[in-house]
């Protein structure tokens, strides 16, 4: 599984970005987001089950980020709404075998494979 992210720029905040992630194989049953600002460690965003499109969300971007995902390109997409300086970070996105659970989604040990990063900056 070679996953690619695509999407990240420079906003300025109350703007939107949309990071999309292709690459997912059959093999894949929950696909996430995280994100790493510099002196930071990586961070939970969203994540979501393929087959029952089950999402999950971090407290700081319940309301304001959707995780979605397309069955036939194999594409997870999160669209970013009021966007803020704080949600600056490089965002990887991550896929695992398991379908996962609440308690699992969160912890970047659990996923079985990395995309590369992609730099999301909101500044005015």
């Known amino acids: 599984v070679q996953l690619q992210a695509s999407g990240g720029g420079l906003v300025q905040p109350g703007g939107s970005l949309r990071l999309s992630c292709s690459g997912r194989?059959?093999?894949?049953?929950?696909m996430g987001w995280f994100r790493q600002a510099p002196g930071n460690a990586r961070e939970f965003v969203a994540a979501i089950r393929w087959n029952d499109r089950y999402p999950y969300y971090a407290g700081s971007v319940r309301g304001r980020f959707t995780i979605s995902r397309d069955n036939a390109e194999n594409t997870v997409t999160l669209q970013m709404n009021s966007l803020k300086p704080e949600d600056t970070a490089v965002y990887y996105c991550s896929a695992s075998r398991s379908r996962m659970i609440q308690s699992s989604v969160v912890q970047p040990s659990l996923y079985d494979y990395w995309g590369q990063g992609t730099q999301v900056t909101v500044s005015s």
């Open positions: 194989t059959s093999s894949v049953n929950t």
